[in-house]
Antibody
Framework: QLQLQESGPGLVKPSETLSLTCTVS??????????WGWIRQPPGKGLEWIGS???????YYNPSLKSRVTISVDTSKNQFSLKLSSVTAADTAVYYC?????????WGQGTLVTVSS | DIQMTQSPSSLSASVGDRVTITCRAS??????LAWYQQKPGKAPKLLLY???TLESGVPSRFSGSGSGPDYTLTISSLQPEDFATYYC??????????FGGGTKVEIK
């Protein structure tokens, strides 16, 4: 059974870079036809797609975040990662990693990242 | 970008009621639409994809329909475990996913 698990700091200072890693177990991140993505949800608000990566390394980003986002993959570790630079309080959210082809059929449990000094 | 407008933003219903939630895209999306259920403190759960295909394990009281830019999620007989927030999401533009604003289904 495929499982995804987010890891990384729960507190980031304003203007710094948020870094999260998603570890995939129970399946290979190199599976063709699937994308691996990041979605976030500010407290009490809706879902926002941040970006996705194909196992080959091709990346796709939300245009509103593109200038600050980098997503990378490490197939040897079965992991993919998110970096979001120059964070502000508006970036405080639960961050989910996920697998999708069209619909998102597998989600991590989510990790709360708070941006505060 | 394709924008997704979901309505209503909230509704109150009773167990056994038929519930309908709508989602309108800013352009036609050729049935490239998924629906999710999210309960407090949990990750969303995929209910349907391709507008009307039920994900494995999802009860048949959930159904989806629509075409072009307009889509509907229907719960035929609301059960206690269905009280949650529901989101639509388009993947027509596969390189840029967008979600609707969500519909909170509450107990009347």
């Amino acid at each position: 059974q495929l499982q995804l698990q987010e890891s990384g700091p729960g507190l980031v200072k304003p203007s710094e870079t948020l870094s999260l890693t998603c570890t995939v177990s129970g399946g290979s991140i190199s599976s063709s036809s699937y994308y691996w993505g990041w979605i976030r949800q500010p407290p009490g608000k809706g879902l926002e797609w941040i970006g996705s990566i194909y196992y080959s390394g091709s990346t796709y980003y939300n245009p509103s975040l593109k200038s600050r986002v980098t997503i990378s993959v490490d197939t040897s570790k079965n992991q993919f990662s998110l970096k979001l630079s120059s964070v502000t309080a508006a970036d405080t959210a639960v961050y989910y990693c996920a697998r999708h082809k069209g619909g998102i059929d597998c989600w991590g449990q989510g990790t709360l990242v708070t941006v505060s000094s | 970008d394709i924008q997704m407008t979901q309505s209503p933003s909230s509704l109150s219903a009773s167990v056994g009621d038929r519930v309908t939630i709508t989602c309108r895209a800013s352009q036609g999306i050729s049935n490239s639409l998924a629906w999710y259920q999210q309960k407090p403190g949990k990750a969303p759960k995929l209910l349907l994809y391709a507008a009307s295909t039920l994900e494995s394990g999802v009860p048949s009281r959930f159904s989806g329909s629509g075409s072009g830019p307009d889509y509907t999620l229907t719960i035929s007989s609301l059960q206690p475990e269905d009280f949650a927030t529901y989101y639509c999401q388009q993947y027509y533009s596969s390189l840029s996913l967008t979600f609707g604003g969500g519909t909170k289904v509450e107990i009347k």
